[in-house]
């Protein structure tokens, strides 16, 4: 690819970008450290590495406390957490997560990424009834969408047999642990 081509790909990307599409933030360093969160969690589930996000992820709250996105993000390092090997309480992470997922769908109702963490947080604290909703709500929000949406594969990737209402998945990921636990109890 020329430079030119990377260019003006890029331009066209910035310009679908803009205004209503994926609206500018308040403040810019929030979703900076926002995506240093993110970055964290990618990095693995290790204690230092949630630790780590959950700190970008509550000083992007405290540089702007309406981002929805680093509330969610916060929210789904507790779930990591909470769903991760080395947490004494996974329960009281999954509580935190609830609350904050709840806290964010009341100030976005609409937000495709709060309402697959709050599904998630359901199927694992043995909800999967409601879990499964949210994440059906999920992908309705995400298939309205007129921006692609980075959880769409996430999202997609968990579905449920009819009969067996057991929870499958449509390609291989690490979470077989957090699948196997589902199905035992």
Not at 23 to 37: A, E
Not at 61 to 78: I, Y
Not at 147 to 176: E, F, N, Q, W, Y
Request: glycine share 6%; proline share 7%; aromatic share 6%.
């Amino acid at each position: 690819m020329t430079f030119s081509a990377a260019s003006s790909r890029a331009a066209i990307r910035r310009r679908q970008c803009d205004g209503h599409i994926f609206p500018r933030r308040s403040n810019p360093d929030s979703m900076d450290l926002y995506f240093q969160g993110l970055a964290w969690l990618n990095k693995g589930q290790t204690p230092d590495n949630v630790t780590q996000a959950q700190s970008f992820f509550n000083r992007a709250l405290a540089a702007d406390p309406k981002n929805v996105d680093a509330l969610v993000g916060s929210a789904r390092a507790d779930v990591v957490a909470g769903a991760a090997p080395f947490v004494t309480d996974p329960m009281a992470a999954f509580a935190a997560a609830e609350a904050k997922l709840t806290r964010a769908s009341s100030s976005v109702p609409d937000h495709p990424g709060g309402h697959m963490m709050l599904g998630l947080v359901d199927i694992l604290t043995k909800r999967a009834a409601e879990g499964i909703a949210e994440c059906e709500h999920a992908l309705k929000l995400i298939e309205i969408s007129p921006a692609p949406m980075p959880l769409s594969d996430t999202v997609r990737s968990i579905s449920v047999a009819p009969k067996k209402r057991r929870l499958t998945l449509r390609r291989p990921c690490g979470s077989v642990r957090v699948i196997q636990w589902l199905t035992a109890g």
